[in-house]
């Protein structure tokens, strides 16, 4: 049974893509919690990210690296947070998140509501930003 994130990156389920590459996949959080939240995950299905082989965990966390700096391009923030959780979706990511305060990496905040035009209109600049890098 494919994850949600495997739907995700098949295009089953719609998402607003960032950037990917043969291993790598980066879209918005659909509930996040800063404009530019964005999740990083490999493309393989690998529930617990520590289960990943050194190669391939390397090379998502300069993937996830690349996005941040992208994310940090486009949102106004002090820096770039980065968390594994794991716990929600049985598939290894990472969450990229812009950061002010360390409360803004608080999950249990109220999660923001964005317009899809919001959406569409962050992920076309952070995609952009990235593809400069």
């Known amino acids: ?5 495997t739907k995700i990156i098949n295009g089953e389920i719609p998402s607003y893509k960032i950037a990917e590459n043969d ?9 996040p919690l800063a404009k530019g939240h964005t999740l ?3 493309k393989m299905e690998v529930d617990y990210i520590i289960d990943l082989d050194d190669e391939t965990h390397a090379q998502l966390w300069n993937f996830a690296k690349k996005i941040g700096k992208a994310v940090e391009k486009i949102v106004p923030c ?3 947070g980065f968390t594994v959780i794991g716990l929600e979706v049985p598939h290894t990511h990472i969450h990229v998140i812009p950061i002010n305060t360390i409360y ?6 109220p999660k923001l509501k964005l317009e899809q035009s919001e959406f569409i209109d962050l992920a076309s600049k952070i995609s952009a930003a990235f593809d400069e890098l």
């Not at 291993?23 to 509930?31: G, S």
């Not at 803004?104 to 905040?109: E, N, P, R, T």
């Open 1 to 5: 049974m494919a994850t949600i994130f």
């Open 23 to 31: 291993k790598f996949f980066a879209f918005m959080d659909i509930n």
């Open 40 to 42: 990083v995950i490999p």
């Open 78 to 80: 002090k820096k770039i």
């Open 104 to 109: 803004d990496m608080d999950f249990k905040q």
